[in-house]
C-alpha cells in the first residue's frame, strides 16, 4: 500500500518503507499526537521518536524487538506522557535537545545539540536545533542515499506554518529563522515532513507559503 501518513487516534500505523529504513507513523490521544517507529532494515534495530501518550499502543507498535532508543523532540508534555513506562518496558536509551532536557522528567541520556547524530543501526539522523516553539526543540533528518531526505520537525513545522510561539513575535521570529536556515535552506523542496501533530507535507508544498507566514506574524 502507498505510504499517505494519515493516521487517527485509535486506528493503525501507516507504513512508509524505504530502501535502508522502514517508518511507521501511529497517532495516539488525546492531542492526536504522532509517535514514529524507525527501524534499520540492515540490523533491525529501532528506534523510537516521541513517546507521546498510549504506552500500550506504543509498545504493541514497538512489538518483541524492542527499540535501542527513543528521542523527545521537545519537552511540551504531551510528547513524554509515554515515556517512563516506554523506557522502563524497553531499557531504550534517552535522546532530547540539550536545552529542553531540563524540562523532560525522565532523564536524558544522551543530550543532543544541533548537527549531532542520532543512530539506529546503520542509518544516521543529524539533529537541527531549532529555536522558539521551546528552548531546545530538535527536528531530525534522513538525507536517503536512495532517494529524497525525510525529516522529522515536532512542533516546529506542519503543514500551513510553523509552531506555536504563544504569540511572542520574538520567539516566533526566531523560529521562523530557524526553519528557514536550518531546513528549507539546506534541504530540496523534495524532503518529506513529518510533523508531530496532524498530516505530513514536504519542503516543496510549504516554502511558497514563507512571505505570508513572515506577514501574518504566525
Request: hydrophobic share 40%; aromatic share 6%.
Amino acid at each position: 500500500m502507498t505510504y499517505s501518513g494519515a493516521v487517527k487516534v485509535g486506528g493503525p500505523a501507516d507504513v512508509h518503507e524505504l530502501t535502508d529504513l522502514i517508518i511507521s507513523k501511529v497517532a495516539v490521544g488525546p492531542m492526536d499526537n504522532n509517535s514514529y517507529l524507525l527501524r534499520c532494515r540492515a540490523t533491525g534495530e529501532q528506534l523510537l521518536i516521541d513517546a507521546a501518550n498510549e504506552p500500550e499502543t506504543l509498545l504493541r507498535l514497538i512489538g518483541d524487538d524492542s527499540i535501542a532508543s527513543v528521542v523527545t523532540t521537545h519537552r511540551h508534555a504531551d510528547h513524554w506522557q509515554a515515556l517512563a513506562a516506554v523506557v522502563g518496558a524497553t531499557g531504550a536509551t534517552t535522546y532530547a535537545g540539550a536545552e529542553d532536557a531540563e524540562g523532560i522528567p525522565v532523564p536524558t541520556d544522551v543530550p543532543v545539540r544541533d548537527g549531532g547524530a542520532v543512530r539506529v543501526g546503520r542509518v544516521e539522523l543529524r539533529a537541527r536545533h531549532l529555536v522558539g516553539h521551546t528552548p531546545g526543540s530538535i527536528a531530525l533528518v534522513y538525507d536517503d542515499p536512495h532517494g529524497h531526505p525525510h525529516v522529522f520537525t515536532g512542533d516546529c513545522l506542519f503543514p500551513g506554518g510553523v509552531g506555536n510561539t504563544r504569540d511572542d513575535p520574538e520567539a516566533f521570529a526566531r523560529l521562523l529563522h530557524d526553519v528557514e536556515t536550518r531546513l528549507f535552506a539546506e534541504l530540496p523542496d523534495e524532503t518529506w515532513v513529518y510533523p508531530g501533530h496532524g498530516r505530513d507535507t514536504t519542503l516543496g508544498a510549504e516554502r511558497p507559503q514563507l512571505p505570508e507566514w513572515r506577514a501574518r506574524g504566525w
